[in-house]
Every structure is written in C-alpha cells, then in structure tokens.
T-cell receptor, first 113, second 111 residues
C-alpha cells in the first residue's frame, strides 16, 4: 500500500507570492491533517479535513487555507508569503474520524526568500 | 488549549541501554497519545500509541505507559540500537486528529 505522498518536496518562493502544496493520502483514508514544523515552534496543527469538510482549524492567520477533494486528496494554500512561513509542511492521513492512527508524508520544504 | 511538555530535549545512551522519554499534558479531555519517530529529512513515523482507557502498551522493544491522574505518559525503549537514533515526539489529542506535539527529544545511541 502506498504511503502518504506530498508534492512538491521542495519549494523556493519570494515574499508576497502564494503557494499551493498537495497531499495524496493513503488509499481508503478520508481524513487529512496539515502541520507546520519549524525549529522554533515545533509541530503545529493547521487544519483537518474529512470527506471534503474542514472539521478543525489551528491558530494560523487566514492566509493559510486548505481544501479536500472527493478523492480525499488535499491541498493547502498560503497567500502573501512571509519569511516566517519558511517551514516543513507535513500532511497526515487517517482512516476514520476521531483519533485513529495518523500517518505522515515526507513533507514539503518551503523556503521563502 | 492543550499544552504538552516533553523531557529531556536530548538523550544520549550506550547501545543496549534503555531510554525513557517523558511527556505531560494539561487537558484531562485528551484521550489519545501517539509517539512518533522522525529521522533526518523524513516525516514523523508512528511507532506506538495509547488510548486513555489503557495504562500500558508494549510492542517488542518499545512500551508506553499512561498515568491519567498525573497527566503524564512515557516512552520506554529497551536494548537500544544505533538505528533508534532519531528525534522522538509525543502528542496528545482529544478529537479529529488534532494533535498537540511535544517539543521533541533527540536520542543518540552510541555504538
């Protein structure tokens, strides 16, 4: 069974630009969560989608948004990029809803210059 | 919101020794506690988890204990091997896979 696939693996963007990251969950998994990982703040929850609905959201500004498609693939978008958005963005997929095992992808390394 | 604290931040052990990493959480409503191992350049890998209705769980050399009253849980690795070297994260969750992570423990197993 293929794992969680995130694309692209690396991105370099300029301040003010926007970026879209993609996540394909494990086949059959309907829940996708997104996390930001930085050396200073650690792993922080962005949002979670289940069956195309956002069920939970972390404490990030509105520049961070996401969506989920009918095939459970998910995208997250960051608009008006800031230097502080440089981070590893991780997505995790789970089979069900509440608190089942979550499996992470390798992440997308975003660098904002 | 939930606050998860993790100690120590770094841990160095000799191959074959045991390693223990401890976490505390603040919200008694948290009911799911996974542990992840992250190697350089990779995403976190789930290694073991425990739910609030269980006090202890073991999987080969890895075990996790949970004390709900004290709101703390621990990861125990026995007979450590060099390939156990990585950063380990604990997490707590109440619902919908919204995990609050600890700050991580860098484990170094010396051959």
């Amino acid at each position: 069974k293929a794992g969680v696939t995130q694309t692209p693996r690396y991105l370099i963007k300029t301040r003010g630009q926007q970026v879209t990251l993609s996540c394909s969950p494990i086949s059959g998994h309907r829940s996708v969560s997104w996390y930001q990982q930085t050396p200073g703040q650690g792993l922080q929850f962005l949002f979670e989608y289940f069956s195309e609905t956002q069920r939970n959201k972390g404490n990030f500004p509105g520049r961070f948004s996401g969506r989920q498609f009918s095939n459970s693939r998910s995208e997250m978008n960051v608009s008006t990029l800031e230097l502080g958005d440089s981070a590893l963005y991780l997505c995790a997929s789970s089979a069900q809803g509440a608190n089942t095992e979550a499996f992470f992808g390798q992440g997308t390394r975003l660098t904002v210059v | 919101g939930e606050n998860v604290e993790q100690h120590p931040s770094t841990l160095s052990v000799q191959e074959g020794d045991s390693a223990v990493i401890k976490c505390t959480y603040s919200d008694s409503a948290s009911n799911y506690f996974p542990w992840y191992k992250q190697e350089l350049g990779k995403g976190p890998q789930l290694i073991i988890d425990i739910r609030s209705n269980v006090g202890e769980k073991k999987d080969q050399r890895i075990a996790v204990t949970l004390n709900k009253t004290a709101k703390h849980f621990s990861l125990h690795i026995t007979e450590t091997q060099p390939e156990d070297s990585a950063v380990y994260f604990c997490a707590a969750s109440q619902d919908f896979n919204k995990f609050y992570f600890g700050s991580g423990t860098k484990l170094n197993v010396k051959p």
